[in-house]
């Protein structure tokens, strides 16, 4: 099938909005919004489109019904929590993109894939885990956790304690060959939901699902470049990459090479907690032969790719 590779990474805020409970209507609807967009880039006929996903939400709703349902059903390990909800947002997409692709009277085959992603299980990452994730607890539980789970748990300023566990670096996605293919196939894919369900590969070349939760931006860098793409498009709540954001000297950047990208977060400008992994994602991926990535707004999305819109990051 014609057109170029493109894997577009839906924020989070295409799923769920601050505020929100999170119930399955209030994600449909988001989610819709999102389609809109998605389709306005199918319908050119430019692109075999492969969308991934957020889910800390999520995963942090089943691990809440895990604790309290607990006494009834045994709890999930974190990869089998990252698989369920890899299903769940993959259906909510997969179906509303379907039905707007449908409307416009487009070729509407969409198939959601259940990602593996490779790690290493001996990162250095699993010797100071340090992302959080579930329910918060009082001093009594951490302890009781600690000692019966071997939990790693931080405290958190008046809001009690909470497990963490590591981010290890993503090596390989399992699936990217499946994935090609079904490109090549015509179908639009949804994959790597959540960063992927963190496995490891033994000595005998099986594969052990592991507690870890993957870095989603890092994971698309590496589906990206795994399946050849050559457009990598993260979209975020911001229309595109600021300098001093926030600050009085605040400034858009609309296109930069990896190495400035690189001075500008050895400079502090791209904290870890917001555009940092974006941006180092983007880097990855046009370090290892992406043609460029942009990273914008989903409103922009449009836009972006015809060069009128976000932030264009080139080798």
């Given at each position: 099938?014609g057109?170029?590779?493109?894997?577009?990474?839906?924020?989070?805020?295409?799923?769920?909005?601050a505020?929100?409970?999170?119930?399955?209507q209030?994600?449909?609807e988001?989610?819709?919004?999102?389609?809109?967009?998605?389709?306005?880039?199918?319908?050119?006929?430019?692109?075999?489109?492969?969308?991934?996903?957020?889910?800390?939400?999520?995963v942090?709703?089943?691990?809440?019904?895990?604790?309290?349902?607990?006494?009834?059903?045994?709890?999930?390990?974190?990869?089998?929590?990252?698989?369920?909800?890899q299903?769940?947002?993959?259906?909510?997409?997969q179906?509303?993109?379907?039905?707007?692709?449908?409307?416009?009277?487009?070729?509407?085959?969409?198939?959601?894939?259940l990602?593996?992603?490779i790690?290493?299980?001996?990162?250095?990452?699993?010797?100071?885990?340090?992302?959080p994730?579930?329910?918060?607890?009082?001093?009594?539980k951490?302890?009781?956790l600690q000692?019966?789970?071997?939990?790693?748990?931080?405290?958190?300023?008046?809001r009690g304690?909470?497990r963490?566990?590591?981010?290890p670096?993503?090596?390989?996605?399992?699936?990217?060959?499946?994935?090609?293919?079904?490109?090549?196939?015509?179908?639009?894919?949804?994959?790597?939901?959540?960063?992927?369900?963190?496995?490891?590969r033994?000595?005998?070349r099986?594969?052990?699902g592991?507690?870890?939760?993957?870095?989603?931006d890092?994971?698309?860098?590496?589906l990206?470049?795994?399946?050849?793409?050559?457009?990598?498009?993260?979209?975020?709540?911001?229309?595109?990459?600021?300098?001093?954001?926030g600050?009085?000297?605040?400034?858009?950047?609309?296109?930069?090479?990896?190495?400035?990208?690189?001075?500008?977060?050895r400079?502090?400008?791209?904290?870890?907690?917001?555009?940092?992994?974006?941006?180092?994602?983007?880097?990855?991926?046009?370090k290892?032969?992406?043609e460029?990535?942009i990273i914008?707004?989903?409103?922009?999305?449009?836009e972006?790719?015809?060069?009128?819109?976000?932030?264009?990051?080139i080798a």
């Open positions: 099938m057109g170029k590779n493109i894997v577009i990474a839906l924020g989070g805020n295409a799923i769920l909005q505020g929100q409970k999170g119930t399955i209030e994600q449909l988001n989610v819709d919004v999102a389609c809109r967009h998605l389709t306005k880039i199918i319908s050119t006929g430019n692109y075999r489109v492969v969308i991934t996903h957020g889910n800390g939400p999520q942090g709703n089943v691990l809440i019904q895990n604790e309290a349902a607990s006494s009834l059903v045994p709890p999930m390990p974190l990869d089998a929590c990252v698989a369920a909800t299903g769940t947002i993959g259906y909510i997409i179906q509303t993109l379907a039905n707007h692709l449908r409307a416009a009277g487009l070729e509407h085959r969409i198939t959601t894939v990602t593996q992603v790690v290493d299980e001996d990162d250095p990452a699993y010797k100071k885990p340090t992302k994730i579930g329910p918060f607890y009082d001093l009594g951490m302890e009781e000692r019966d789970k071997g939990w790693d748990m931080i405290k958190v300023k008046d304690c909470r963490v566990v590591p981010s670096v993503p090596l390989d996605v399992q699936e990217a060959r499946i994935i090609s293919d079904m490109l090549d196939s015509g179908e639009i894919v949804i994959a790597v939901g959540g960063g992927g369900i963190p496995v490891v033994e000595g005998d099986s594969l052990r592991i507690e870890a939760v993957i870095d989603k890092l994971a698309v860098a590496k990206a470049a795994s399946i050849s793409a050559e457009t990598l498009m993260v979209l975020t709540d911001v229309e595109q990459v600021m300098l001093n954001y600050g009085a000297g605040e400034v858009g950047i609309e296109r930069m090479t990896a190495d400035e990208a690189e001075n500008y977060m400079e502090g400008q791209f904290p870890k907690g917001s555009m940092g992994p974006k941006i180092e994602a983007c880097i990855d991926f046009v290892a032969g992406g460029k990535a914008t707004g989903l409103d922009k999305a449009s972006a790719l015809k060069g009128k819109a976000g932030t264009v990051i």
